[in-house]
């Protein structure tokens, strides 16, 4: 730490100055307009709280909506990746038709804004396959049953399963063409001669994808992918506007039930981040272990 | 020949279902919107679903996360009367008309002032409560005003995006700026610090703010505006729930239950201690 403190030029300390300068006016300037009466005080409450009644710690309104995050961006990210190989092979499809779906979804949804493709989804499609599948009843039958531990871990609370399950749906279809572009340019890195030595031992061309694409271009996707999945977490927000009860809109009821306006969002940034930063430095590391070991 | 059979099969269908439909259609009306009625729904189900927004204090979060509020009481005392268990679903005010539309939930119930524009999309019971509008201003920034003055260029308000106090302000200071922001804690935070002159929320919230910011806030008159009445809303077409809703609520507006619940949450302050102030 020292050494690392005398390896700074004088030039280090001045710029470090200034930014703290610059953060310091900026801050002094909020609270000269700022007529704001903090209680940072109330938040440990609504983080973990013990019941006064059942008498236990229980995981209050912010930690329920991470975990909600956490459980919907694994979910959806898993979809994503299925939904999205299969995108991205089709767009480097030998047959026209296919490849020009493939692009027309993927184009469709990188030029229509994010909010406005997660209603069209909701509304359209994610809402009719459950009403058609009839997963709400479904899922109300095993709230009310009493072996419901297991799937509460995995789920949360039964009677939101739909809204649960149609948000990791709206999430993953628009996260699979971003997934989908990265696979397409993975398949694209493999050399041609890979390919064409798969042919000429006489492999089909199920084999040669099987066998000799994929294995390499997942080798080389799979950092795009762990940063696809960090943006995902982030974009997870967007849908608390279809109300799936996740941090933002955990976040979202608090402020309007207490009035912690700055506290809860304050809150909710450091969650988020200290989630994507942690998952960014884990990937990074995970990366440079497979380097090594190359 | 397989043509022709097929050919003969279809018409024959055709015909067996016109002369099947045609007679029976009037008859059948009736039951059918019965059956179909959304009550049927619930009943078949076990359980109401209702979909609300948090506004303090018609629902909110306690302490413990969970929901209380007035919504709450008569949603649980409905479901209760109909026997069958009660799901609230929390949902953003803006898309809140869409997902009734979209089956997401059966009925809102949570403070919907009646408009005509609303009704255009949806069907409104008979109100069950009726709450007034007031206006919240920064004391200092608005001394001495009389109501005419806030109608003026230089006078900003903020408000909470789509509810019913935006359209008021709008209609009744056409030439006044309006903010519009996702929930009441923003807008007043505005008028706080000093970005707004004022914002206008159904009694209590504004002299509950104006009780906990008594240098900088105040409710300057006395009267409320606009007690238009806040409705059950549901889906068109649906002749019997707007009856069973509206039968229930003038039973439980002439046995004096809601006056009481309702004096319970905006007179009382009993309740305060459940949530954090």
Redesign the interface.
Known sequence: MLDKLKKLHWLDYLVLAVVVGFFGYIWWQIEG?????W?WG?IP??IV?Y?T?REEW?A??LL?GLVATIRISIYASILAVILGTILGIARCSANLTIRMLARTYLEFLRNIPPVVVI?IFF?FLS?QLI?ALNIE?WA?TIARSDDKAVWEFFFGDM??FP?LISGVIVLALFESAFVGEIVRAGIQSVDKGQREGARSIGMNRFQEMRYIVLPQAIKRVLPPLANQFITLIKDSAII????V?ELT?KT??????????FEAWITTAAFYFVLCFGLSMLFRRLENRGQRRR | MKITRRFLGAAMAAAIGASASMPAFAQSATQGLSSESVIEAIKE?G?LKIGLS???PWS??????DLIGFELDVGRQLAEDMGVEV?F????W??II??LV???FDVIISGMTVTPQRNLTVNFSMPYAYSGMTILANTAMTEGFALEDYNSEEITFAARRGATPATVIAEMFPKATLLLF?????A??EV???NAHATMASEPGPSDDAR??PE?LSVPFNQAYQAGGEGFAMRKGDPDALAFFNSWITWRTNTGWLKERHDYWFRGDEWKAE???
């Open positions: 307009v700022l007529n704001y009466n209680r109330q409450n609504y709280r019941h009644g229980f209050n309104l329920q209603f509304f809402q009403n009843s109300r009677r939101r809204s608390s506007l279809i109300s009860q809109f979202v009821e608090l402020v309007a039930s207490t009035r912690l306006l | 189900r359980a948090l506004f303090k909110m979060r306690d302490l413990n996360g799901e679903i929390p949902t953003s803006d898309g869409p997902a979209a089956g997401n996702d929930e009441d804690g923003a007043t935070q706080l610090n000093g906990d910011n900088t949530v954090a102030q």
